[in-house]
């Protein structure tokens, strides 16, 4: 078991394996765990952290702020964890590059290291399955119960590369004929991104694929529906195009030049889904 773990995704969880050791509970303490875990393994100048998390004027109260968040912050971890996990110098913080530490965005960022480049279509069962392990893993949006300005951008990162990954997964799951698990990839898309017709395209054809036209032409009609109620525009001509072609059952060879199954499939992905 790792000396500390912690998830980012979604709501902050974070364990400690002592047993004096704990999550911080004083906000700004909280706060600056969350910093140092997602920029792990690098010194982070004390100046860069007083400009981050606070926004108070006077100079002298926030150095004095910041020490009393890493006291509260080692108190809460305890004498041992602290000792290991965390390193405090006169002008920079960090958490150690070499300790046992479990961290989901960590993971997450590995995996998606190891499928850029790789479209969908292109994935075998074993980066499949690293990619659903991933998507298991974005339990939310990055810090997704804090207001923290200073992650708005790796946030919008997270959220972004868990999309592709979903892409990748739908693309994977098309060109091996799991339809019903690449519409529930599909599904999750649109969870977090109601609107992107993209995805509702792919589910029209894989609703279709499967055998199942009703399903695709209602996914038309969600489509529309959404497009019209988040962005007041109107469906593109390609996915007007995907509705007559399913219309009159027309609908074109499966993507990437692959051939499409005289009897529409569905199956069990190799991974759980």
Known sequence: MPMLSARLLGSLDVNAAAAD?????????????????????????RELLLSYLWTDADPGRCRKSLRQALWQLQTALGE????????VASQTVMIRDTAEL?????????????L???????????????????VRLYHGDLLGDFVFDWCLIEREWF???FLTILDKLMSYCETNHYYDCGVEYGELILRHDRAREYTHRRLMR?????GDRTSALRQYIRCSEALSEELELRPEAATL???????RDDLPDAEHGLPRPIRPQ????????
């Open 21 to 45: 050791g704990e999550s911080p509970t004083a906000q700004k303490a909280r706060e600056l765990l969350c910093y140092l875990l997602l920029h792990h393994g690098r010194p982070i100048r």
């Open 80 to 87: 041992h964890i602290s000792a290991a996990v965390l390193e």
């Open 102 to 114: 479990w961290l989901d965005v960590a993971d997450f960022q590995s995996t998606a290291d190891n």
């Open 116 to 134: 850029r480049g790789i479209p969908g279509h292109q994935l075998g069962p074993v980066e499949a399955a690293l990619a659903d392990q991933a």
């Open 159 to 161: 959220k972004s590369t």
């Open 206 to 210: 894989l609703h279709h694929l499967r």
């Open 241 to 247: 195009r995907l509705r007559e072609q399913i219309h």
């Open 266 to 273: 569905s199956g069990a992905l190799a991974v759980s889904t």
